[in-house]
Nanobody
Framework: QVHLVESGGGLVQAGGSLRLACAVS????????MSWFRQAPGKEREFVAQ????????DYADSGKGRFTISRDNARNTVYLQMNSLKPEDTAVYYC?????????WGQGTQVTVSS
């Protein structure tokens, strides 16, 4: 069973930074695709960033390009999302997800609130 726990959310002023972490148990992160999604109040969950399992190829939604960076620490079995130059529209619950053997596993989410 794969278990994901997000942390690092909080309240930050516009222009500030946060680093979200997704600690994974039950599977090694070094060889599985990992992604971050977010869901704002009243909106659908949307893709934020992903990192591939084999070659660490990364991809980002247009909203985060140039501001967000996804990375992986194999020793800690953790995936990170560094978010800089945060905007009020980045306010959402952020979720990490792992795709293992055709199944998607999700964490419980961490709240990010950006004040103007």
């Amino acid at each position: 069973q794969v278990h994901l726990v997000e942390s690092g959310g909080g309240l930050v002023q516009a222009g500030g930074s946060l680093r979200l972490a997704c600690a994974v148990s039950g599977r090694t992160v070094s060889n599985i695709p990992m992604s971050w999604f977010r869901q704002a109040p009243g909106k659908e969950r949307e893709f934020v960033a992903q990192i591939s399992g084999s070659d660490s190829f990364t991809d980002y939604a247009d909203s985060g390009k140039g501001r967000f960076t996804i990375s992986r620490d194999n020793a800690r079995n953790t995936v990170y999302l560094q978010m800089n130059s945060l905007k009020p529209e980045d306010t959402a619950v952020y979720y990490c997800t792992a795709r293992v053997s055709g199944l998607n596993y999700w964490g419980q989410g961490t709240q990010v609130t950006v004040s103007s």
